[in-house]
């Protein structure tokens, strides 16, 4: 498993879009690139993965560079329940999951 | 659909008494099973892994011990809890498979006073 770089927080004012960057430059060619995040008091859960293309879903979307050593995590419209610490993975299979200390996102209304 | 349960939500023990929390999977078969930790305000310690009954990797040598007595559940234990082992305790499971998501408990507090 890669070792991925986050910011530990950043802001959002609520419905503008949010860049959330990570690094992973020592990501191996068959690791995908996982997103979850964490509300408080509750265990994280699943936003997106991917592992060469740009990737999206109800939820976010995912943007990977061509070198796939940082990846983008969209999302698109901020609201209030979208503040949470967000966490970015690189991994073969889920017994690579390793999560880091995440970023904070605080969102404004 | 599949569901996990992890109980209790919270709990309080004195240092030096005994720890079992609980951790079963519903709608799925053959998963693979997850303990985590989270010390406050940080991210997320693997502690042990399991993909299949009797079958229990540990990532972190801790006072800690896991079990997998049936295919679904997954038992975290502590002969004698250390102040240190104050956190909140995760559990997690997954599909066998490449690149499948992983899906949490709703976690247990646990203060060791």
Redesign the interface.
């Known amino acids: 498993d890669a070792k991925t770089t986050q910011p530990n927080s950043m802001e959002s004012n609520e419905e503008e879009p949010v860049h959330l960057p990570c690094n992973h430059s020592t990501i191996s060619g068959t690791d ?1 690139i ?1 997103w ?1 995040r964490q509300l408080p ?6 936003v997106i ?1 991917g ?1 060469t293309s740009n990737v999206n879903n109800r939820m976010a979307s995912l943007a990977i560079a061509e070198d796939r050593k940082s990846s983008t995590l969209i999302l698109h419209r901020a609201t209030l329940r979208d503040a949470a610490v967000y ?1 970015c993975i690189a991994g ?4 690579d ?6 970023t904070r996102l605080t969102v404004k209304p | 659909s599949q569901t996990i349960h992890q109980w209790p939500a919270t709990l309080v023990q004195p240092v030096g008494s005994p720890l079992s929390l609980e951790c079963t999977v519903e709608g799925t078969s053959n998963p693979n099973l997850y303990w985590y930790r989270q010390a406050a305000g940080r991210g997320l310690q693997l502690l042990f892994y399991s993909v299949g009954i009797g079958q229990i990797s540990s990532e972190v040598p801790q006072n800690l011990s896991a079990s997998r007595p049936q295919d679904r559940q997954f038992i975290l234990s502590s002969k004698k809890l250390l102040l240190s082992d104050s956190g909140f305790y995760l559990c997690a499971w997954g599909r066998r498979a490449t690149n499948e998501k992983l899906f949490f408990g709703s976690g247990t507090q646990l203060s060791v006073l």
């Open positions: 995908y996982h979850y008091s509750q265990g994280p859960e699943y993965h592992l966490y073969y299979n889920n017994n999951m390793r999560f880091g200390a995440g």
